[in-house]
């Protein structure tokens, strides 16, 4: 403490040299809070707590060296602190306490609140509780009733005090930890998050951050999506108004929701306080959220995805303002308990230009000069865009390299695969070109054909209204007998767009349980869109088989999964190929969704003879026993590859170089696994 002053001194000069911080303002209401104590146990006739309680002179040693000695000191001490607050106010300092009280809550409700903090501050204040016969070491809901009761007025105000310290229970701002005892029996104390706050601290508890104001994303680096661009500063002017609605901002994950949140946060002074749905398993959490947003003076946000079908109601936040803001996906339903509206805004991904800009700024000068077209192709969340840069920008200087390459982009973009697709799905060997695929002419343009949809899909949605109303996504459907190339066509396909393929596991994503495979499959194709990646329904009749009339639960629930199904692979804005060896049990529906149809036929002889020399690569074998064999032995690509293999592992095994022999043999061993003769004569 500073010199004391004298007992004449002015009132509200008493505090002026104090630091305008809020954890000396939690010490100076406490101050104020022991200074009622001391006077209740001197007009209960009570003089020995002090002499059994000496730390209480102390205290009250400090008060009166600063506000004076007299029966009015409680009143002194509070009339130099309330002009202590309006200095700290007049310079904007932000006081947790000050907020509170702005929030709704009395000058007899904080008092209350302080008193059953005391302990936290100072231990020796148990004893004293257990005197007045509080329950151990914190005060009981009947002592601190009978302690604040008379304020020296001629009322008794108990009802006025037992409502107080309901309303500080019912707003999560004391605890109870022996609820099942009678209420004057309650042990009172005060959440250790909510104390801290007072302090000015925001503890990080799992399912709660805190990101102070000088974390906050500024306007001016925010690189805004074209949909949010002119709504910074009217969205922040709404959240600012006395009924503002409830703001969803809805997207991809890692596309800027949060980042937009920071930033009308900042041009509204506060800070962001996030939970994530954790905070709906307890109730105290919720009422604690709302607590510590006022306490931190934060913007509350939630942070939760629903899957389609999946609805959140939000309860009123305890004593917390009308700002909310809930970070979300495409699909689910909100809705807010007190009948506030909902402000949705949309947050796509960002387009080409877009992503240049998050590049260029993500990325050292040089690498920029040098950017891969194939990067800014990349259809890439906001936030992923940043996380592949710093990835692939580190892979090029640990070869040395100032530019990027594909290759580090991919490596980079791996590094984003989630947990929620690698538990769904499989990633596939991409690498090769096309014209490595034996299929006749017309499968071959049909190939083109989808490669160029793929590469143009964004340019082709912006030029047609048509397109644009569906998305920019791209679905097609390989359709043929099994082994004639259709998962070898989407690796290649893959390979060609420089992008990963996923394989969906059909074993990880179908569940019995109701509900479940409908989030299963949707959380993929949303790992799949934000990723950039192109993924693969490999045996999509599994799944798109034509819906049949309800005969029994299971037949609607079947039903329902379709449906859902076909939803949502028309909004779906990523590259999905589907292959069927039964195209005609897949739903009509579905096909009608398809971009593009391919319709894979078994090889002829032509093309048997060109699927050997692909597989044999640089093995002479003659062209005329070649000829023969795809001639007479009427097999699929997928065979053929078997028996290429099979003589491979022929040749090593007699230490040869491959023949004509060891093909044969093979053949005749694929022929016997389908119980047939070979047709080719040794």
Known sequence: MNAPLDASAPTLAALADMPLTSAQHLRLALFGVVAQLVQACRDGDVPAALHAHPFLADYLEQIEARVGQGTATPLRWGAA???????????????????????????????????????????????????????????????????????????????????????????????????????????????????????????????????????????????????????CVSLSALLAGPSAPVLLLRGPAHNGRKTLAATLAHILGKSLLIARDAVYEDETRWRLFGVLAVIANAIPLIEQELAPGESRKLPALPLAGNAMVVVTGRHGAWASLDARPMLAVELPLPLAAQRLKHWQASLPDKACAALPPSAVALRLASGNIRRVAQAANGLASLDGRDALQVQDLRHACRTLQSARLETLATRLDARGALHELAVDDAVREELDALVARCRWREALAADCPALATVGVGVRALFAGPSGTGKTYAARLIAAELDKDLYRVDLSATVNKYLGETEKNLNQALSAAEELDIVLLLDEGDALMANRTDVGSANDRYANLETNFLLQRIESFEGILLVTSNAADRIDRAFARRMDVVVNFRAPDAWRRFQILKLHLGDIEIGDNWLQEAAERCTLSGGQWRNVVAHARLLALQSSQALQAAHLHAALVREYRKSGANCPLRN
């Open 81 to 231: 602190l309330s002009a202590w607050e309006t200095q700290a106010t007049g310079q904007s300092v932000h006081l947790p306490l000050l907020a509170l009280r702005h929030a709704g809550l009395s000058g007899l409700e904080l008092e209350l609140l302080l008193a059953c903090g005391l302990v936290e501050e100072d231990p020796r204040f148990g004893a004293l509780f257990a005197d007045g016969q509080g329950a151990g070491q914190r005060p009981s809901f009947g002592l601190l009733t009978a302690w604040w009761r008379d304020d020296g007025s001629a009322d008794d105000r108990a009802d006025e005090v037992r409502g107080s310290l309901q309303k500080l229970i019912a707003h999560g701002l004391l605890q109870i930890s022996n609820p099942q005892d009678l209420r004057t029996e309650w042990t009172l104390s005060v959440a250790l998050a909510v104390w801290d706050g007072l302090r000015g601290e925001i503890a990080a508890l799992p399912w709660l951050q805190h990101i102070p104001p000088g974390g906050l994303t500024q306007p001016a680096d925010y690189l805004a999506p074209l949909a949010a661009q002119p709504s």
